[in-house]
Every structure is written in structure tokens, then in C-alpha cells.
């Protein structure tokens, strides 16, 4: 059984002793014990993320069978594809609200200028070609159905499919409630991966393959336009 990589990504920021791959690690001020807290919070939450990700049939794919995304293939632009993710990234934010970070122990917050985490990561399939994923962490939500449906209207529009939806309770253990995860994708081989639960929410956005040899260079901080 062949994982996508979005499982994949989530699955190494849950397994103890691995890096989360999308993560940033800085120096900061914050002492052992409150790292391991928080380090250990970061990949339960990581976890149940993967639990709820593998469980979707669109998570996985039987051995052999071609990641949907890898047929969107092409040779467009890096940087353009990388806007288009942090854009997607970024709604996502704006649209389910609070306060979002990526997955490293010190929680870095979410910044829609800086992709500087992000570098292209080797897509499945013959050829060299590489595409961009960007996983991040937000707040929980009274009700997961409404903002699951807000969600799918909002990116419907832009021409997004929903292929996928599945929902689950809160493992005692963590806390109580329940989990929504979708998934969604475009013609142009976008797809979202949005969690809303009462725990906590997720988004993972994962871009088309591209041959751009600039897709092999981490990007560097954007300033915003004024």
C-alpha cells in the first residue's frame, strides 16, 4: 500500500525522533522541558492527523496506482507554483480563522511571506520533477460540519471537486468531540487536505509536479507588496 505524500509528511511528524520535514528549527528561549511539551503535543496532534488522513480512501492508493497529482505534471514555473500554494495556504487561514503554525516544537506561526520552510520535494513517476506541500496546524471550531461546508463552498468556486470526506471522534485520550478531514483538488493539480475538529484543525496543500530545476532550491522570504 502506497501512502500519498501528504500521509507521508504527517506520518513523520508523528513518529518520535523524526524531524517534522516542514518544520523550522530556530534557536529560541523557551527551556527543555517546555520543548518536550510542546514537541510532544505537536506530533499527538500530528498524529491523530494521520490517523483521520489514512483512513480516507483518498489518502491511499493500492501499489502501483499513480498519485492523482503526479499526472498534472508539467513544466510551469516554480515560483509560480509556489504562489499558488501559499495563496490556497493563506485563504485557508483567512477563511477558518485563529491562529495557525507549522508543525515544528517551537510552533512557528504560519507567515503567508515566507515559504523559506518549503523546498520541492521529488515526485512519484518517471522523470525528474517536483512539487511543492505545505502542512500547518489551527484551532479547534464549536462545529466542524459548518465550517467543513464553508470550506467546500468557498473553494468550489474556484473550481475545486470535493473527492473525499470523512469524519471521526476525538480518541479519549486527547480530548472530546469529533474531526471532519476532506479532500479537494483542481484541474490544475491543487489539493487540499482541511481538517476542521473540535480538538484541533489542519490544512495540508499539496501542488502539482513541475520540471522547473528551480523547484530543487529552498525560496527565500517575500516582501509584501504595499
Given amino acids: 500500500m502506497k501512502l500519498s505524500l501528504a500521509g507521508l509528511l504527517l506520518l513523520t511528524v508523528a513518529l518520535p525522533g523524526c524531524a517534522a520535514p516542514l518544520g523550522r528549527q530556530r534557536d529560541g528561549t523557551m527551556d527543555a522541558q517546555t520543548k518536550n511539551q510542546s514537541r510532544s503535543v505537536s506530533r499527538r ?41 501559499m495563496e490556497l495556504t493563506e485563504e485557508t ?18 507567515d503567508a511571506n515566507d515559504p523559506s520552510a518549503l523546498q520541492g520535494i ?25 465550517a467543513v461546508d464553508k470550506y467546500v463552498s468557498h473553494f468550489e468556486q474556484q473550481g475545486f471537486v470535493e473527492t473525499n470526506r470523512y469524519n471521526a ?16 483538488a483542481d484541474k490544475e493539480g491543487n489539493i487540499l487536505f482541511y481538517q476542521a475538529g473540535n480538538h484541533l484543525s ?19 522570504r517575500t516582501t509584501p507588496t504595499t
Fill in 45 to 85: 496532534a500530528a498524529f491523530l492527523a494521520a490517523t483521520l488522513c489514512l483512513t480516507l480512501t483518498g489518502c491511499m492508493m493500492p501499489m502501483g496506482e499513480k498519485d492523482p497529482s503526479d499526472s498534472h505534471s508539467s513544466s510551469k514555473p516554480a515560483a509560480e507554483l509556489l504562489q499558488r500554494m
Fill in 93 to 110: 487561514v483567512q477563511l477558518h480563522g485563529g491562529r495557525w503554525v507549522h508543525g515544528d516544537p517551537e510552533e512557528t506561526v504560519w
Fill in 122 to 146: 521529488p515526485c512519484s513517476g518517471p522523470g525528474k520533477t517536483y512539487r511543492y506541500d505545505n502542512m500547518i496546524f489551527g484551532p479547534a471550531v464549536d462545529d466542524p460540519a459548518a
Fill in 169 to 184: 471522534d476525538v480518541p479519549t485520550d486527547i480530548g472530546s468531540g469529533y474531526y471532519i478531514m476532506l479532500t479537494l
Fill in 202 to 220: 489542519t490544512v495540508s496543500v499539496e501542488g502539482p509536479c513541475t520540471d522547473d530545476p528551480a523547484m530543487k532550491v529552498a525560496p527565500a
